[in-house]
């Protein structure tokens, strides 16, 4: 058994669940007025806190930025779910076709790139956002934007991992 490529696998599965994690949370931009109110901004909802109640809304977007980012964050998805899948395949099923570790490879490459575009196109747009607020006049990126950051990381390294161990797998 390769267990440089079963390494590889553990990240790119590992990268797949950040992503999923980082599109779903509400956590990509919090605005606060103080420490009584907040609100927080995912990519598919947005949630007002206020004395310890929080209220959640699904997100009706208007712009186009947001609904590219909204579309990049899922072809990463969609990428390294395909890159686990075909790297699973080459692991255990099809030892002697790397062309499938090749493949895994520049999916989840591709992956990563969906998301590190997706991260630019939001801190970029989402800055002028807050800017233009009269009503939360302060705000920033969170939780939501550092986890796709980290999930396009893992993503390389899983797709490197599994690029030198290709030629090993027998």
Known sequence: MNSQLLIGIGILGFALLLDIISTAIPYWWV??????VSSSIGLFQ???????????VTMTV???????VQALMILSILALGAAV???LLFCFVMKD???FGLFSAVLGAAGAGF?????IIFAAKASDYSKASD??????????F???IVSAIFAIVGSVMIVISRNANN
């Open 97 to 99: 076709k790397g062309q």
């Open 146 to 148: 550092g986890l796709a």
């Open 85 to 87: 899948g075909l790297a």
């Open 46 to 56: 947005i949630c007002d806190h206020a004395e310890g109640l929080t209220a959640c």
């Open 135 to 144: 009503y939360y006049p302060i705000g920033g990126l969170h939780a939501g």
């Open 62 to 68: 208007e712009t186009d930025w947001w609904r590219a």
């Open 115 to 119: 998301a590190v575009l997706g991260v």
């Open 31 to 36: 605005m606060s007025l103080g420490d009584a």
